[in-house]
């Protein structure tokens, strides 16, 4: 069972490159969330999506799209990176929007940019 | 709106010693409650939580009680162990009524090392 499964986990990034981070479940979660992660920040909600075709914005989305075709899969694209988005980003999915609801997250990918 | 302030780290203990971490919330209507750890490279993962007033969580000998009256989700655990070293984040999650959005809000982390 894989769970949350995030590519790549490691990426270096020259200011102004593109880039796709990947994020895909197997648990038929409707709900999907990007957050990043800084030193004394805690987890900052990026985007979030509850179900195919629908996403919206979380706290920090300036800088970053994410697309949501499928159950599976919910990318978030880095249009022109930025240093101030070097962080570690996770993706996390869960059954439902219900408040007791667990969520399950990825590894993580450790992005630095140049 | 909604809130979680923790207790900042690092906090460093020796094994067997007791561990408390603090966590406090602000919300309306009534959420329900987590604590997630992270062990070094890794994701997070679901310690323990609680999803009303009075609940108390439970997990690998770690406990925290559901105190709607002080606001407070503390993490307790009588004997800690090298092994529980990590980044330990109290978390939120709230639906509004006609909602489906639930969103966690967290805790900035704690880290915690056990010395043996």
């Known amino acids: 069972n894989a769970g949350v499964t995030q590519t790549p986990k490691f990426q270096v990034l020259k200011t102004g490159q593109s880039m796709t981070l990947q994020c895909a479940q197997d648990m038929n979660h409707e709900y999907m969330s990007w957050y990043r992660q800084d030193p004394g920040m805690g987890l900052r909600l990026i985007h979030y999506s509850v179900g195919a075709g629908i996403t919206d914005q979380g706290e920090v989305p300036n800088g970053y799209n994410v697309s949501r075709s499928t159950t599976e899969d919910f990318p978030l694209r880095l249009l022109s990176a930025a240093p101030s988005q070097t962080s570690v980003y996770f993706c996390?999915?869960?059954?439902?929007?219900?408040?007791?609801?667990?969520?399950?997250f990825g590894q993580g990918t450790r992005l630095t940019v140049v | 709106g909604d809130s979680v302030t923790q207790m900042e780290g690092p906090v460093t203990l020796s094994e067997e010693a007791f561990l408390t971490i603090n966590c406090t919330y602000t919300?309306?209507?009534?959420?329900?409650l987590f604590w997630y750890v992270q062990y070094p490279g890794e994701g997070l993962q679901l310690l323990l939580k609680?999803?009303?007033?009075?609940d108390k969580g439970s997990n690998k000998g770690f406990e925290a009680t559901y105190r709607k009256e002080t606001t407070s989700f503390h993490l307790e655990k009588g004997s800690v162990q090298v092994s529980d070293s990590a980044v330990y984040f109290c978390?939120?999650?709230?639906?509004?009524?006609?909602?489906?959005?639930?969103?966690?809000?967290f805790g900035r982390g704690t880290q915690l090392t056990v010395w043996p």
């Open positions: 996390a999915s869960s059954s439902s929007g219900g408040s007791g609801t667990e969520a399950f």
């Open positions: 978390a939120l999650r709230r639906v509004d009524r006609g909602s489906t959005l639930g969103r966690l809000y």
């Open positions: 609680a999803t009303k007033a009075d």
């Open positions: 919300a309306t209507g009534y959420p329900s």
